[in-house]
């Protein structure tokens, strides 16, 4: 079945860091990608989605690229702010969109 | 623009006590809905998606059932709880027309306690 790996866990950085949190897929075709962010005790938000091969998604800062050859979908920001803590899900949308799997979340923590 | 409602914020029920959770959707004719469960500190599984008033599929078995009464609201309900019921339930939204690019937005979720 589709699956999503998130390999790190946790992830401690300062204010100005660069950000990279890694995603990998397992799924036949094309499925969509995404990437969610959640603040303690909120939903998840919706940061940015991709569904081609090559294409960027961004939003906020955040950007991630679609590749289909390494399976990837890796989550990056050039700096990041102390705001930016939370826990950040890549997730793969199959069955028509009706079926969303998520990673299992990373955790970002960063130090003023 | 739309907005999500659940109800309620928060319970505490005890092993073997009925449940019914709610969400309603507004702004928005005719979305896609589904419930999703969080244990603490984990990801989210969903549980059950609908695309029309009346019809629910099921994701995955976790002793709950779900309703779709109405075009904008969904319930999620069981007849006996048990501990592993514990967690944050969040209900979510997305287009109708489907695809596997259509994103799903959530609501602010119901904790729920179960002693």
């Known amino acids: 079945g589709d699956s999503v790996t998130q390999t790190e866990g946790q992830v401690a950085l300062s204010e100005e860091d660069f950000l990279t949190i890694h995603c990998n897929y397992s799924a036949s075709g094309y499925p969509a990608l995404f990437w969610y962010v959640q603040y303690p005790g909120e939903g998840p938000q919706f940061l940015f989605r991709a569904s081609r091969d090559k294409e960027k998604g961004s939003s906020r800062g955040f950007e991630a690229t679609y590749d289909k050859g390494t399976t990837s979908f890796h989550l990056r920001k050039a700096s990041v702010q102390e705001s930016d803590s939370a826990v950040y899900y890549c997730?793969?949308?199959?069955?028509?969109?009706?079926?969303?799997?998520f990673g299992t979340g990373t955790s970002l923590l960063v130090d003023p | 623009a739309q907005t999500i409602h659940q109800w309620p914020v928060a319970e505490i029920k005890a092993v073997g006590s009925p449940l019914s959770l709610g969400c309603t959707i507004k702004?928005?004719?005719?979305?896609?809905l589904y419930w999703y469960w969080q244990a603490t500190g984990g990801t989210l599984q969903q549980l059950f998606y609908s695309i029309t008033v009346g019809q629910v599929e099921s994701v995955v078995q976790l002793n709950l059932s779900a309703s779709r009464p109405k075009d904008d609201q969904f319930i999620l309900s069981t007849e006996k709880l048990l501990l592993s019921h514990s967690g944050f339930y969040l209900c979510?939204?997305?287009?109708?027309?489907?695809?596997?690019?259509?994103?799903?937005?959530f609501g602010p979720g119901t904790r729920l306690t179960v002693l």
């Open positions: 997730a793969l949308g199959s069955n028509m969109g009706y079926k969303l799997t």
């Open positions: 702004g928005k004719s005719s979305p896609n």
């Open positions: 979510a939204w997305s287009l109708d027309w489907g695809g596997d690019y259509a994103e799903q937005f």
